[in-house]
């Protein structure tokens, strides 16, 4: 090819694209541990540092070409026994984010963060926005975190995404840990708003389509931010996340899709809890047990029933699975996806 990437037809270039195959295991706690590993809380073996989620990024690659390669026009090149060890690294999509900071006086917080600006941004159109927030192993200093720890932030900004949603995609770097599991929350949030608010006023952003979307704290810090600016956001996707029921109410008629494991003790009883609330408050919700290994076919057709019922609160739970487990296939649903994006307020 011409440029690191994959392509569908060889093209005369200097590189030559090798594919690694790489199978994500699916995370398995011990028995005795289960319970404890479960919730998304803050300060759990799993959410400091056990089993974090990341994405395979390959570095420090050694190649050793063991057949002859051709080119485009016919020129035949190697093997090569020495082997060949990678000097660069390209991260697609993940490299399509550009780097900024925002600084609150008030707070004296400086928010790291990322932002997609699509790729032929007109300013004289108008684009919706999404929000990811990370978890809470996600926090630190270094700013490409949220970007690299799964799919959460960087599915939207595909270029398969970008062809059917064109939209900016913003994902704040938190140095900390947010919220925790006795519903305590630090002034970044407040400054999150404030970075919202922000953009909009730098971008041409469609203000009846802004999404907030996280998993395990960030789907916790979604929920926080619902509840503090009611109008703001137009529709929104948790992920493996809870709060306090008690104050969730104001959420009934809002229009959320919400996705738990049912092995996820924590995340699944909040939920539960926090649905039985809204039922009482009005809301119109569906409910369903999804098989986390579906094909895309039969992802497609739990979609299709689910929007069929026409309720503005969807709840979905995977059979078994854990915390970290959640994350991995709820971004990965393209129904899902598609409906945030039909939402506008």
């Not at 529709?235 to 996705?259: C, F, R, S, T």
């Not at 409910?287 to 609160?313: G, H, L, R």
Request: glycine content about 6%; charged content about 25%; proline content about 5%.
């Amino acid at each position: 090819n011409d440029k690191a990437e994959k392509s569908t037809t060889s093209v005369q270039g200097k590189y030559v694209i090798v594919e690694v195959l790489a199978e994500m295991a699916t995370p398995v706690f011990p028995a005795e541990t289960k319970e404890t590993m479960a919730g998304p809380g803050v300060g759990t073996p799993r959410e400091m540092g056990n089993n974090k989620s990341k994405t395979a990024i390959v570095t420090n690659a050694v190649i050793t070409q063991s057949e002859p390669v051709s080119t485009v026009d016919g020129k035949v090149y190697g093997p090569v026994a020495e082997p060949m060890q990678s000097t660069k690294e390209v991260c697609l999509i993940v490299d399509d984010f550009k780097q900024f900071e925002y600084y609150d006086k008030n707070t004296d917080i400086t928010l790291k963060y990322n932002l997609y600006i699509p790729k032929d941004y007109d300013p004289s159109k108008s684009y919706p926005l999404v929000l990811f927030i990370h978890d809470a192993s996600g926090a630190g200093k270094d700013i490409k975190n949220t970007l690299t720890q799964g799919l959460g932030a960087v599915i939207w900004a595909s270029p398969e995404e970008q062809a059917k949603h064109e939209c900016f995609v913003l994902a704040p770097q938190y140095n900390v840990v947010t919220v925790d599991d006795n519903f305590n929350t630090t002034s970044d949030l407040d400054v999150t708003l404030l970075l919202l608010k922000d953009i909009q006023n730098q971008y041409s952003v469609d203000k009846n389509r802004i999404y907030t979307t996280g998993q395990s704290m960030g789907c916790m810090s979604s929920i926080v931010l619902m509840l503090r600016e009611p109008d703001l956001f137009a529709a929104a996707m948790l992920v493996a996340g809870q709060w306090n029921p008690e104050i969730m109410g104001p959420l009934a008629k809002k229009d959320l899709w919400i996705l738990v494991s049912q092995g996820d003790k924590k995340a699944s009883g909040g939920m539960d809890a926090a649905v039985e609330i809204w039922k009482k408050a009005g809301g119109k919700i569906s409910e369903a047990y999804w098989d986390p290994k579906a094909t895309k076919a039969e992802q497609a057709e739990n979609v299709a029933k689910m929007e069929a019922e026409n309720s503005n609160i969807k709840y979905t739970k995977f059979y078994g699975g854990s915390h970290n487990y959640t994350w991995w296939i709820a971004y990965s649903i393209e129904g899902v996806r598609d409906w945030l994006f039909s939402q506008s307020k």
